[in-house]
């Protein structure tokens, strides 16, 4: 049993940063692999990014690359998504992922409660 809660989101103006954070609970946080999902209104959710249990290996859809960071520190539970040169267009409700598998699916096993970034032209 894993829980989830992410945090580090708000309001921004375009070409700004955040941090997202996702804190995990649970014994075995860095045999996970970790993944963002994001989901605008009226929106499938999608891909953002993962990373494997290391943090060596990692995913970004093409529409964030090179913008966004994922890392991870195992040794206080979280996971982060770094955002730089935000576009109105990533307003989204960010949810954090722990699964098994690397995947860009969403075939994960737990969910945080998601955390909303919005971004202002």
């Known amino acids: 049993q894993v829980q989830l809660v992410e945090s580090g989101g708000g309001l921004v103006q375009a070409g700004g940063s955040l941090r997202l954070s996702c804190a995990a609970s649970?014994?075995?946080?860095?045999?996970?692999?970790m993944a963002w999902f994001r989901q605008a209104p009226g929106k499938e959710r999608e891909f953002v990014a993962f990373?494997?249990?290391?943090?060596?290996?990692?995913k970004y859809t093409d529409s964030v690359k090179g913008r966004f960071t994922v890392s991870r520190d195992n040794a206080e539970n979280t996971v982060y998504l770094q955002m730089n040169s935000l576009r109105p267009e990533d307003t989204a409700v960010y949810y954090c992922?722990?699964?098994?598998?690397?995947?860009?699916?969403?075939?994960?096993?737990?969910w945080g409660q998601g955390t909303q970034v919005t971004v202002s032209s």
């Open positions: 649970g014994r075995t946080f860095s045999t996970y692999t």
């Open positions: 990373t494997d249990g290391s943090g060596y290996i990692v």
């Open positions: 992922a722990a699964g098994s598998r690397l995947t860009m699916t969403q075939h994960y096993d737990y």
